[in-house]
């Protein structure tokens, strides 16, 4: 962490730890400015995969006594779970809350805290869990309900007043307002929550309250006068004219607009260059401009002075080309040729081409893969690249150019340095070791839930991904996981079914229509979910490590399974058991007995939230450890 945010967090203990600011370290916290949060494991903290900024502040029954410093607090930007259960912090929670904008969790129970809850607390629009019960709060609440993913809100024992919002209860797994002061009528709770959640509330009205709730006044009589009810209809019908003449223009503007914006958005950037020795018909200076020397041209030298070539001097073949730029702002005006000759380094050759890093002038890194022998009809491709690009998701990596010719295909992605999931759980560099158990399930939701999107979208088209593995599970700039190459690859049917007892993958796979496509994926996903219990290696999707899991388990050694860096951690060993559990139905032999990758998500979560509610109940020793 930086010296500042490091400076903010002591302030922030000193102010908690004592009315008056100074730090008496009431269990010895170990939190100093001399060492790292991250690094030296200041007490309560954890923080993400690289060690290099806060994640969690656990902080709980340490009989902390002084007031909460959110200002100082939030400069841990990165901060997404803060509890302070159990202590007897007094004083309210500072406005400056919503600077902690990556808040997910925020635990406050079993505290002294009093006042308002702060009105913009409703702007940590990240936040799943609330929990302010067993407090001295008083007066109305924020309009919590505008967070949308909001799961849980604990607010019992408090003197809160005002009315109870109408949240979103089919998304909320766990609420509880009761006894406070609140009044009027209890909002439809879909029947999700009983009696219990609302009780000791004396002037709530309305089920499940035992209060009946007045009756509305009845409307007011019509008026006499025929014609003040005539002027009045007048008045109303002319609103009405007016209302819907600007209703048309509104549609109209926007209409003309949305055309205009969808025209520029594909922007096909054709690029009439001649590579191998084709001549370029707008490159008229040089008539008899053979190819360019491609290995003198080609080829440069890194500031280390590795030497590099390009993407065409390291292979053949590229005829006449045009280049298709889906994403403008990031790749505007590149020309094909261009991108060919930059210098680039070959990262790796797959089964399906080769990827090379290409460095652009202005410092642009892109990954380039090369496809060979992908027996699909240009124009096809062509159609199949746009209409993956029309469908978004935070956690897939879109391809922001391609290239398409009967012998090849082009992609071009923003090359992403944090690496592949593979290289985490097996690079040199022992971060597999540090990628705790929540990092873990974290990427199996992000991964599943992206999955599960695209399948939708792409359920009638059949496209599936087709070749997940853990290596095209890339990590972006904030070390969120994006999903490479959906939709490249003729899908693999290999793994539509597997004998368990040989290496032979079944013939029953030909006649699978696109339905199957997905089960692929699923298969797919249940080997990166073993990689991420086991920690151990597969190589392109091969049955092995599915063999060898399901023996273990037919054996009944579970325990042997799990990676032993999730043992020393000290993962719970039955939700480690049910990530299994998940893993073993997405490898099922028979590929109509896997789940949708929607169901596997739902299973996912749920694992996830148990892990959840399990961090606040924990003593913060064992989650300063995760
Ligand atoms: N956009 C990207 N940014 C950074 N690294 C990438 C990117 N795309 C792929 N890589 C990495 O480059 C390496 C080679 O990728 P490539 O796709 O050729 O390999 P593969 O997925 O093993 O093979 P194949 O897809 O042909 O089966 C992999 O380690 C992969 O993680």
């Known amino acids: 962490e930086t010296e500042e945010v490091k400076r903010s967090l002591m302030r922030f203990l000193g102010q908690i730890s004592s009315p008056d600011g100074r730090i008496k370290d009431p269990v010895n916290l170990n939190w100093s400015m001399s060492t790292d949060p991250c690094n030296n494991h200041w007490t309560g903290v954890s923080c993400n995969l690289k ?24 400069s841990a930007e990165t901060l997404s779970v803060l509890s302070l259960k159990f202590n007897s912090i007094s004083g309210g929670v500072p406005e400056e809350i919503v600077k902690c904008k990556q808040l997910t969790h925020l635990y406050l129970g079993g505290n002294k805290l009093s006042g308002n809850l702060p009105l913009n607390l409703s702007g940590l629009n990240n936040l799943k869990r609330l929990d302010v019960s067993f407090n001295n709060f008083s007066g109305a609440l924020p309009d919590l309900p505008r967070i949308s993913g909001l799961k849980s809100f604990l607010a019992e024992n408090n003197q809160l007043s005002g009315d109870i919002p109408e949240f979103d209860f089919t998304n909320l797994d766990n609420f509880n307002v009761s006894n406070n002061n609140f009044s009027g009528p209890v909002p439809d709770m879909r029947g999700r929550f009983g009696l219990s959640s609302i009780a000791g509330n004396p002037l709530l009205c309305g089920k499940p309250s035992p209060n009946a709730c007045p009756l509305p006044p009845p ?70 401009n053979k190819s360019p020397n491609r290995e003198s041209t080609g080829a440069s ?111 071009v ?72 190459e959906y939709g490249l690859m003729v899908v693999n049917n290999s793994l539509l079914s597997h004998n368990n007892n040989d290496n032979e993958p079944s013939n029953e796979t030909s006649a699978h229509g696109p339905y199957l496509n997905f089960k692929v994926d699923l298969y797919a996903f249940g080997i990166v979910l073993l990689e991420l219990l086991t920690g151990k290696l597969v190589h392109n999707n091969e049955p092995e490590l599915a063999r060898w899991v399901q023996k273990i388990v037919r054996e009944e050694w579970t325990a042997k399974i799990f990676d032993n860096s999730l043992v020393v951690e000290g993962v719970s060993e039955d939700r480690l058991v049910s990530m299994l559990q998940v893993a073993l139905k997405c490898i099922n032999p028979c590929p109509e007995e896997r789940p949708s990758i929607y169901q596997v998500a739902l299973m996912i979560n749920t694992i996830r939230e148990e892990e959840e509610r399990s961090i606040a109940s924990e003593p913060s020793s064992n989650v300063s450890e995760q």
């Not at 060690?51 to 502040?57: D, E, G, H, Q």
């Not at 007016?242 to 223009?249: E, F, K, Q, R, S």
């Not at 260059?273 to 018909?281: D, E, Y």
């Not at 009638?460 to 593995?469: C, F, P, R, T």
């Open 301 to 411: 030298s890194d500031k280390n002075g590795n030497s590099r070539s390009s993407v065409t001097s390291a292979e053949t073949g590229m005829v006449s080309s045009s280049l298709t730029i889906l994403s403008i702002p990031i790749l505007k005006g590149l020309q094909l040729d261009e991108l060919l000759r930059a210098p680039a380094e070959l990262i790796g050759r797959g089964r399906h081409g080769s990827l090379y890093k290409v460095f652009l002038d202005g410092g642009k890194t892109l990954a380039v893969k090369r496809i060979k022998g992908w027996d699909i009809p240009v124009e096809e491709f062509e159609q199949r690249m746009r209409n993956l690009d029309r469908v978004r998701h935070p956690n897939m990596l879109p391809a922001i150019a391609f290239y398409g010719s009967k012998e090849e295909k082009l992609l």
């Open 219 to 288: 409307p007011p009589p019509p008026s006499k006068s025929s014609s003040g009810f005539h002027k009045n209809a007048l008045i109303y019908s002319g609103y009405a004219l007016l209302g819907l003449v600007l209703l048309i223009v509104v549609v109209f503007t926007l209409l003309k607009k949305k055309k205009a914006k969808e025209a520029k958005k594909v922007e096909t950037v054709k690029v009439e260059s001649v590579v191998n020795g084709n001549r370029s018909p707008n490159n008229k200076s040089s008539p008899d």
């Open 413 to 484: 992605y923003e090359f992403q340095e944090n690496g592949s999931l593979f290289n985490i759980l097996h690079g040199t560099s022992n971060e597999g070791r540090r990628f705790d158990w929540g990092s873990r399930l974290s990427v199996a939701a992000s991964v599943a839930e992206a999955l599960a999107y695209m399948h939708v979208e792409f359920q009638e088209d059949g496209i599936a991904h087709g070749n997940l593995k853990s290596t095209n599970i890339l990590f972006n700039s904030t070390m969120d996981p994006c999903i490479g």
């Open 51 to 74: 060690s290099t900024s806060v994640k969690k502040i656990v902080l709980e029954n340490l009989s902390l006594s002084g007031r909460f410093d959110a200002n100082s607090l939030c």
